[in-house]
């Protein structure tokens, strides 16, 4: 009785150790399913989040490209509303004494021939000097003779081979010297060469000569910095005897006006909407650069002119037509 009461509480402890086991065991994949809730929870959270900042950076960069294309119209619209205050800070007159030209000259550079070679020396070549001892010894002196003669041979050779390496490399070193300077002549003639030019170019446009007038007047339009989209075709002549200057410039188009008022950005049809511009302001805008051209170029012209003219000559009269070339 007393055994089988035994093996009942050991079957009894047995039975508790495993259901504690599976309480354990229960709590563990509770607890794992609850933290896998969690974890699914939070990545779904980050998706939710990572979702809305992608839209957010979406609408961000899509009002973004619209307010650039705003900026390029007030841009354009800016440079031609400022078309005459723009040359009013500028300085037109073309000073031609800038364009004189100082010869570039390379420096000479010759080098390794620049630098001598070393000459040998005779004491390198010697054997050394036989010791008091060294000079009883029978045949020595005449050893250490034949020695002194051999050495003076070797001498000699290489002496007279650093003597034509040295010859040599002087007439290198004074052909270089004559190349470079032949370079330096003809560097300095031709920019004397043209700062003759320049010189003949400045007298004949203050002699009032037809052809130099018109060549400086036309760099002068030329040095002009118009925005994209302007043509930059004229004709001038320049008539001596009324001393009269006429130019036939080249209008821009109607096309030069932005046909566009604004861009707006629409986030229901995620689309970009264009507004145009009326054309009462298309034909306002285009009037006002007709005048401000014509009144630009007339400045320009005037104040570009020539110090010496400026003094002694005034131009008389300086036509422009108007009327743009386009159909």
Do not use: C, W
Request: proline share 6%.
């Amino acid at each position: 009785m007393a055994r089988r009461s035994s093996f009942a509480q050991r079957a009894a402890q047995r039975q508790r150790e495993l259901e504690r086991a599976a309480r354990a065991h229960e709590r563990t994949r509770l607890s794992d399913a609850r933290e896998a809730e969690r974890a699914l929870k939070t990545y779904e959270r980050a998706q939710a989040m990572e979702e809305k900042e992608r839209k957010r950076l979406y609408l961000d960069a899509r009002t973004a490209e619209a307010g650039a294309l705003n900026e390029a119209l007030e841009a354009s619209a800016g440079e031609l509303s400022s078309l005459l205050s723009a040359t009013l800070d500028v300085d037109d007159y073309l000073d031609l004494e800038s364009l004189r030209e100082a010869p570039e000259i390379p420096p000479f550079q010759p080098g390794a021939l620049a630098t001598a070679e070393t000459p040998p020396a005779v004491q390198s070549f010697m054997p050394a000097e036989l010791s008091g001892i060294a000079k009883l010894v029978p045949g020595a002196s005449k050893k250490h003779q034949r020695a002194v003669e051999a050495a003076t041979k070797e001498y000699e050779a290489e002496l007279a081979a650093f003597d034509e390496r040295e010859r040599l490399r002087q007439e290198e070193f004074a052909s270089a010297r004559r190349t470079h300077e032949s370079e330096v002549e003809n560097i300095t003639a031709q920019a004397e060469t043209r700062n003759r030019e320049l010189d003949a170019f400045r007298a004949d446009v203050e002699a009032g000569e037809p052809a130099a007038v018109v060549q400086y007047f036309s760099m002068v339009l030329d040095a002009s910095r118009y925005p994209r989209g302007f043509p930059r075709t004229y004709r001038m002549a320049f008539v001596p005897e009324s001393r009269q200057l006429v130019i036939e410039f080249e209008l821009p188009s109607l096309e030069i006006v932005p046909k566009l008022k604004q861009y707006r950005y629409v986030r229901s049809r995620d689309e970009i909407d264009e507004s145009p511009r009326p054309q009462s302001q298309i034909k306002t805008v285009y009037s006002s650069v007709v005048a401000q051209t014509s009144l630009r170029t007339v400045h320009e012209l005037f104040e570009g002119r020539p110090r010496r003219q400026d003094r002694n000559d005034r131009v008389q009269r300086l036509r422009r037509h108007d009327r743009p070339r386009h159909r």
